[in-house]
């Protein structure tokens, strides 16, 4: 039984972005404000200053090694940090450290979670014992109903370990009332965005699986089809060191005489303001989304979505023939179709700013009833609490 103030360990290879990341924010500062004690290990990265902003304490740790023999000292050196730190639980976020935690809990006997944060890839026999780890856990939480079926269908794991707890969007940052014109402005100048003009965004990091090169042939299907002007493609993600990738796209941007007109702008640190800027967000991926939370985010910003009609964003963008028409929020397309996806963006680029202004709100409403932080929050504290026998779900606030 732990004591009144329980001590949980997050473990993730790197503190960068993507949605895992934030995940491991957004639950340090939940459990601080429960009054936990909130502790992360990790190697570090652009948002670990965070860990300790938010209340959190930061360990450094070889976390992101996939090197068997790491991977299994790492065992040792996670066993020794809980009994030194009178850690009660360990919930990991990737697969890497996720088997050095599942070894270090079983010796130490403390409860051990995991997180399902992406529709893992298998190809033979190695990679799915490697991936298998994740189910392995006390409870595995499935980021959308779509992972917590993977996780069922892969591993054979009963429902009755799987929690799913959706991605959740804070509203304290994603409030159109909280950005002003100069935070448009000044994103409109950094794109080199006129006051006209009709941004289409696709918010991802440079990667073949989410898409990129579909959007570019989509974009360049529109403009030969249609009389639509005064609108420009935005590509906003980091290459991460793909740059092969990113030569790629900007040979393929200039191959379809789209030059200035679909523009790669790398990392953008204002998402808020970025999906109030859009007039659509494009969720292009040729692969499933285990989540997407770019698409969640960005209906939070009343901009309708795009999305492929594969891995989660069906459960996210109500879209035809689901609900009616009156009731969409968006737009499903079949993955790496580049005609349908032309298509979607035509009728998107056509609507009257009333049209446009009513799927929106429709957005909003849907995202705040369904997909708030808040509610990820408390449900991941009740994950804990029904493991360590406390309250932090009812002491957060």
Known sequence: MPSDRPTVLQIIPRLDTGGAELAVLEITEALVAAGARALVASEGGRLAAEVTRLGGELIEFPAATKNPWQMYANAARLEAL???????????????PAWSALLATRRARRPFVTTYHGAYGERGRLKRLYNS????????IANSQYTGKLIEERYGTSRQKIRVIHRGVDFTKFDSDKIDEARLAALRAAWGIGDDERVVLNAARLTGWKGQRVLIDAAAKLA?????DNWVVILAGDAQGRDAYDAELRARIESSGLDGQVRLVGHCADMPTAFLLA?????????????GRAATEAQAMACPVIATR???PPETVRAEPKVASTDITGWLVPAADA??????LRAALELSPAARMAIGQRAQSHVKENFSVVGMKKSTLAVYDELLGTALRETLA
């Open 82 to 96: 809980i009994r030194e730190e009178h850690i009660d639980l360990v919930h990991a976020r990737s697969r890497a």
């Open 133 to 140: 780890v994740m189910a392995r856990a006390d409870v595995a």
């Open 224 to 228: 030969r089809q249609s009389s639509l």
């Open 279 to 291: 007039h659509v967000t494009v969720v292009a991926s040729t692969e499933p989304e285990a989540f």
């Open 310 to 312: 594969i891995g989660a």
């Open 339 to 344: 005609e349908a996806l032309s298509s979607c």
